[in-house]
């Protein structure tokens, strides 16, 4: 007959322990925790402190650890924008309640410990509109943004994403896919529509991608991610753009017999209709507009030019769901690229 091996004993003090610049104390909250995998690399969670008895700290968090495992515990310093890293081993971890537990994590203070001089998201500024009605996914953005200089704001529809971006233009747009009824180029090209010219984030689903056709600054984000993954897209994201030389947009028709001359008539076409389409929109001619956009929309990809059509779809819904100033970012994408049809 086997044992059961005991529960660790946690200890009880009260005490706290100051290295360096940071103080851990009993009561802090929401403090990074990262934990080894057995093949290499980390997950990250948050942790609880609950005590401080030298070098041992017991933290209270989701997930059981298993004993010697590796774990770095990430502490703020006091009054800067810096964390300073400590490394630590599981010496004992016991169920608390459903799935929380309490582990101790013996610290190594001989030489562990490192400043992180990374850029802080606090340093981040600006108005941001998040686009998502999953619970889960809005509360871990909002938990990891709410210390930054951001300002949030929420859209759990395609009705309040058109109001806000009408009310007020943000600096930034986060885009979750998984918005639902609206799949997630139907919700760019939306974004796009409502007048946005600025940067969007957009968070993925594992295997999913942002067309190349959606206009402007877009930047991808896979979920699940992880805290600093998520500033590294933001930083990317708000990034001042320096301009780049576009390439040519070849058809997809070129390969095929007589293709060439029917391109060379297209595309001469289509910028003659652009003209058109600029001179309705001046004269406040949306029923003219409308059309005109609606043909280029349907002749883009039957001549091999779907990024052409799914600029003109964008402008096309704003034409026929809004009554308010077209938005000269959409006139500008679609120039741009009938100037690099070939």
């Known amino acids: ?53 030298g070098r041992d700290v017991v933290l209270s968090h989701r997930g059981y650890l298993h004993q010697d495992t590796l774990c770095r515990l990430i502490v703020p310093l006091d009054g800067e924008a810096e964390h300073i890293t400590l490394t630590g081993r599981v010496a004992g971890c016991r169920h608390q309640s459903r799935d929380m537990h309490q582990t101790v994590v013996h ?45 949030l704001r929420t859209a759990t529809n395609i009705n309040q994403v058109t109001d806000h971006l009408h009310d007020q233009a943000v600096d930034l747009v986060i885009c979750d896919d998984q918005l639902t009824h609206c799949g997630n180029v139907d919700l760019l090209a939306a974004v796009r529509a409502a007048g946005h010219t600025g940067p969007i984030l957009a968070l993925v689903g594992a295997g999913r991608s942002v067309p190349p056709s959606i206009p402007g600054s877009v930047t991808s984000l896979v979920k699940p991610f992880e805290r600093d993954e998520l500033f590294r897209a933001l930083e990317t994201a708000m990034a001042p753009s320096s301009p780049k030389v576009a390439d040519p947009i070849k058809s997809t028709l070129t390969h095929q017999p007589g293709s060439k001359a029917l391109l060379d008539w297209y595309v001469p076409q289509v910028k003659q209709i652009l003209r058109s389409l600029e001179q309705a929109i001046e004269q406040n001619d949306i029923k003219a507009a409308t059309w005109l956009c609606k043909g280029i929309l349907e002749t883009g990809a039957c001549f091999g030019y779907p990024c052409l059509s799914d600029a003109a779809r964008a402008l096309h819904q704003h034409l026929t769901a809004s009554s308010g100033p077209v938005p000269r970012q959409l006139l500008e994408t679609l120039n741009g690229l009938c100037g690099r049809l070939c």
């Open 1 to 53: 007959m086997t044992s059961k091996a005991p529960s660790p004993t946690l200890p009880e003090s009260e005490c706290s322990l100051q290295v360096g610049g940071a103080r851990i104390t009993p009561g802090m909250r929401d403090v990074p925790l990262e934990v080894e995998h057995p093949g290499g690399g980390y997950s990250r969670r948050v942790a609880r402190i609950i005590s401080v008895t």
């Open 107 to 151: 610290l190594d203070l001989d030489g562990s410990a490192h400043i992180d001089h990374s850029t802080e998201p606090s340093q981040l500024v600006g108005q941001v509109l998040i686009i998502g009605d999953q619970e889960l996914i809005l509360r871990i953005l909002r938990h990891h943004l709410g210390s930054t200089g951001l300002k």
